[in-house]
């Protein structure tokens, strides 16, 4: 069993930055970050795997960047740049069983996920 809590949303105004924290109970190889929005499905954000490398989505590369602290159990997600098309609740999510997963960007991979925070950007 595995817990993780994120933290660090907000409202910002559009060009302003977030960092999203997510402690783990326990380290995992494989963590990532997700967002959603009413009515639409869960979006990979970015992720890192058991080397310590990480991926993030196209569509935010440039301006959001993960980042681990292993020792801390801790993922961080910093966000620059932020616009409204940012708003949406983040999730972290942790899927402790592999150490690399070539389908880091599906929601289904992952076993553990955190109650979401909420990222809201005003124009």
């Known amino acids: 069993q595995v817990q993780v809590v994120e933290s660090g949303g907000g409202s910002v105004q559009s060009g302003g930055s977030l960092r999203l924290s997510c402690v783990g109970s326990r380290y995992t190889y494989c963590m990532g970050w997700f967002r959603q929005v009413p009515g639409k499905e869960r979006d990979w954000i970015g992720s890192?795997?058991?080397?310590?490398?990480?991926n993030v989505s196209e569509s935010v590369k440039g301006r959001f960047t993960v980042s681990r602290i292993k020792a801390e159990n801790t993922l961080y997600l910093q966000m620059n740049d932020l616009k409204p098309d940012d708003t949406a609740t983040y999730f972290c999510?942790?899927?402790?069983?592999?150490?690399?997963?070539?389908?880091?960007?599906?929601?289904?991979?992952?076993?553990?996920w955190g109650q979401g925070t909420q990222v809201t950007v005003s124009s």
């Open positions: 890192v795997d058991g080397h310590g490398r990480t």
């Open positions: 999510a942790a899927d402790p069983g592999r150490y690399y997963n070539a389908k880091m960007f599906c929601p289904s991979e992952y076993e553990y």
